[in-house]
């Protein structure tokens, strides 16, 4: 029977200082990609942007730390943007701290019940026909941003279709320039890893922000940025507890049951994509025991629901990453940037951070 035991453990046996090495440049090159996707991810969730920042802090920490992969990293993902949204919209920020809470306490009852390998035997057809609906889910969300539409409505928007109906409505407000910068970043992340030599190591990532928040600031364009409708903040995350009543514990367990199972499937699956990429075999039921600490953990710092990120975990790998500690690093580096640079995060063009999405779902 599969063990309960964190991989980090195991890998230490047999740790080396070239290993090391390894570990912290794919930490860091994993955090500067990570940077401009947790503010997207938070921003399409519908809470402030350093939300996306606590998430990718703090479960991704304590998932690396106790997690079943030898390589996986956690985060903030698209496949949550739209249930958090909603929890958000109809319960508050107290309503989707408790529905992750719940959600952390099944993911771990679910790893100690041993229910990890039942995943497998969902059919492939289903998870394929999910992450295609959570891609379009997305891009139509990203739409508004990466046209620059002044969509006002007397309501916030959360359901997909009326996205989409506000997009044809508002279709005249879109901002030639806005346009221009999302298209130059959505290029920028096509093709620049397509460059040879040490350039294409650079993630493109952060070479759209800087070109995007350049082109903005230097011809002075009419383009929003995040500082211009959010307010920034490089706070540490603390402790904070909601208000529990058993009516909002009532109203969110059906989505707290949500954010389990689809935390639970998201993450076994970029498990398993990264055994075939280094070899290795991950432990299903330890690994959904982190995510379960992951999210309680997220949830009391003030972040949103997180999981196995796929894109992140294969960016970790194809740097040299192969244990948990370089999700540790990712993490620690995230929490520098916070406390250093969140406020140059307000020149980032609304454009640039709709481009990193919408090239996911390409």
């Not at 390589?71 to 529905?99: E, R, S, Y």
């Not at 609906?133 to 969300?141: D, L, P, Q, R």
């Not at 952060?206 to 929003?224: K, Q």
């Amino acid at each position: 029977m599969e063990k309960l035991k964190p991989k980090l453990f195991s890998v230490m046996k047999t740790y080396t200082r070239e290993q090391f090495v390894k570990d912290v440049v794919a930490g860091i090159i994993v955090a500067i990609i990570a940077l401009p996707l947790s503010i997207a991810l938070a921003l399409a969730s519908g809470v402030t942007p350093e939300k996306g920042i606590y998430t990718a802090i703090t479960a991704g920490f304590v998932i690396s730390f106790l997690g079943g992969s030898r390589v996986q990293i956690a985060g903030p993902t698209a496949a949550f943007a739209t249930i958090v949204a909603g929890i958000v919209a109809k319960n508050g920020m107290d309503g989707l701290i408790i529905a992750t809470l719940l959600a952390g306490v099944i993911l771990i009852l679910m790893g100690l019940l041993r229910l990890g390998n039942l995943i497998k035997f969902i059919p492939y057809t289903i998870t394929t026909g999910f992450t295609s609906g959570i891609a379009v889910t997305i891009f139509i969300g990203q739409i508004k941003d990466f046209l620059g539409l002044s969509i006002v409505t007397d309501e916030p928007l959360i359901e997909t279709m009326d996205k989409l109906k506000a997009v044809f409505v508002f279709i005249g407000t879109l901002n030639v320039q806005a346009l221009l910068v999302g298209v130059l970043s959505l290029a920028i992340l096509i093709f620049w890893p397509m460059l040879p030599g040490f350039l294409k190591r650079i993630p493109a990532s952060l070479i759209a922000v800087i070109a995007g928040s350049a082109a903005v600031a230097g011809l002075h364009l009419n383009v929003n940025t995040i500082g211009d409708l959010y307010e920034i903040s490089n706070k540490l995350p603390a402790i904070s507890l909601p208000a529990f009543s058993l009516t909002t514990v009532q109203n969110v367990l059906p989505d707290a049951f949500t954010i389990a199972i689809l935390a639970a499937i998201e993450s076994l699956l970029s498990c398993v994509v990264a055994d075939s990429m280094v070899n290795s075999r991950h432990r299903s039921n330890m690994e959904l025991i982190a995510q379960g600490a992951g999210n309680i953990t997220s949830a009391l710092f003030g972040g949103i629901p997180a999981t196995g990120a796929i894109a992140r975990t294969a960016a970790n790998i194809k740097n040299g990453g192969r244990t948990p500690i370089a999700g540790m690093v990712h993490s620690v580096v995230l929490l520098l940037i916070l406390v250093v640079l969140m406020p140059y995060a307000a020149l980032i063009p609304m454009p640039v951070i709709a481009a990193d999405p919408v090239y996911g779902c390409l």
